[in-house]
């Protein structure tokens, strides 16, 4: 499947990513600048944001309690903030856009 | 001055890894201290996220960051480790015999044949809110925690955050302050039931007011705030200010190692990954704070770094001591170290 990060720069990248794979996996692994991770995927750290794009954030979903406690402490976010390392690829997620606000 | 207290090596940082690594020093039957600016053991598990389960330790399908702390210090108990909780270590000074001396905040001194630093993601520290200039204000119109409650007398209080210490504090604070706002980036806070009860008296009274929005500027003369900008869904607001306290718990920052001239990339400690020493002789970083080409940041890494430490500092700490390796199933050593322990002798 394809999953495409938006920059602030509005550079964009296009990339495969397996399902089971988390939205922040894919990110480092494709070297997608902003997406740091420092924590290593514990949502502890939240340099991993990410806004997913309006069409797709009902089937993403909202995030968990612990995982907004973490949203609060960062800036510009929105109601369609998430934290990569928190969002699992489903196989339905094909085509998935989001946006990555600058680090 | 009084004498320093003497080791054959100082751990710094009180995590699992570092508790672990007392267990493997006393293996090999030396003594050590343990240095955590934090005032509990267990470092990050215990104190960010002591209930959350951990799946990835060897035998445990699932097991909690502070069942698998009190473990590791049951573990250790028999080498009867030396704890210095609640101190950072400030000054590290190598002597003309290649000993260390280690000086902590509170002045307690430790000569050491090597240090070990088991320090994970670095210092906690308070984080910050997300204020491009919040940096400008800090200690004067922010604070990131209350020490007297005297001293908001008068005082326009804003808090930031929703959670346990945002709401308590709050509620403390109205008895003194001007005014208190507690400022929280959507309607949910997370608190005590009836802590969460008293905000919303307090609210319905007047005593406090709430706005829901995300704070993006500090505004005054700095480090003076006068006021506070929050972006809510009306737009922006400018709230009256004299005293911003951000309580969004805790992060990690790479704290006063920083400065102790090793090799770093970032954050991270190169180290070689035979002998875990760093770019300085004596000195080792194990744990999440160390890197190496392939490392993993496990729990389970930084156990094995830990044993790969100890035969190295064997070698610093008691180089005339040949090590026969021994599995703990027979050790002689430790065996009689544990009956001494459990009252066996």
């Excluded at chain 1, 609060?72 to 946006?99: M, P, W």
């Excluded at chain 2, 007392?22 to 050590?32: D, H, Y």
């Excluded at chain 2, 996220?49 to 210090?73: C, N, V, W």
Aim: hydrophobic fraction near 45%.
């Amino acid at each position: 499947m394809k999953i495409t990060f938006k920059m602030q720069d509005h550079d964009t990248k296009t990339v495969d990513a397996l399902p089971g794979q988390s939205l922040m996996e894919v990110a480092i692994a494709n070297d997608v600048s902003d997406v740091i991770a420092e924590c290593g995927g514990g949502a502890i750290c939240g340099t991993c944001h990410v806004k997913i794009c309006e069409k797709w954030h009902d089937l993403v979903g909202p995030a968990e309690d612990f995982e907004e406690d973490v949203l609060d402490s960062i800036a510009n976010v929105t109601a369609t903030s998430r934290l990569s390392c928190q969002v699992l690829l489903g196989t339905d997620f094909d085509g998935l856009e989001v946006t990555v606000p600058k680090a | 001055m009084q004498d320093p207290h003497k080791t054959d090596a100082v751990i710094i940082g009180a995590g699992p890894v570092g508790l672990f690594a007392a267990f493997q020093l006393g293996m090999l039957n030396l003594e050590c201290h343990i240095v955590d600016m934090l005032t509990q053991v267990g470092g990050q598990c215990a104190e960010l996220y002591p209930e959350k389960p951990i799946h990835d330790i060897p035998a445990f399908s699932k097991i909690s960051g502070q069942d698998l702390t009190d473990r590791l210090m049951e573990q250790a108990a028999p080498f009867a480790p030396t704890l210095h909780l609640g101190e950072a270590m400030q000054q590290i000074d190598r002597q003309i015999d290649g000993d260390f001396i280690l000086t902590t905040d509170t002045g307690t001194r430790i000569r050491t044949a090597a240090v070990v630093i088991a320090a994970g993601g670095g210092a906690f520290v308070p984080k910050r809110p997300p204020i491009e200039n919040v940096a400008l204000f800090e200690g004067a119109g922010v604070q990131y925690a209350v020490r007297k409650t005297g001293d908001y007398a008068g005082e326009d209080v804003v808090i930031l955050g929703g959670g346990d210490s945002a709401v308590d504090w709050a509620l403390t604070l109205t008895d003194v302050a001007k005014s208190v706002t507690i400022v929280h980036r959507r309607p949910k806070f997370r608190a005590a039931p009836e802590a969460l009860v008293r905000m919303e008296q307090a609210a319905a009274t007047g005593a406090l007011s709430i706005v829901i929005g995300q704070a993006t500027a500090l505004n005054g003369p700095a480090p003076q705030v006068n006021s506070l900008t929050v972006k809510t869904s009306d737009g922006d607001v400018d709230l009256a200010a004299s005293r911003v306290l951000p309580f969004f718990g805790l992060t990690n920052a790479p704290g006063p190692l920083a400065n102790w001239g090793l090799t770093m990339e970032g954050a991270r400690i190169c180290v070689d990954p035979e002998t875990l020493e760093t770019s300085k002789q004596g000195i080792f970083a194990i744990g999440d704070i160390a890197l190496y080409p392939g490392k993993l940041k496990l729990i389970l890494s930084g156990f094995h770094e830990a044993s790969m430490m100890a035969q190295a500092v064997h070698a610093i700490a008691a180089p005339d001591e040949r090590v026969v390796f021994q599995h703990s199933t027979s050790s002689p050593a430790l065996l009689r170290k544990l009956n001494q322990h459990a009252g066996l002798t």
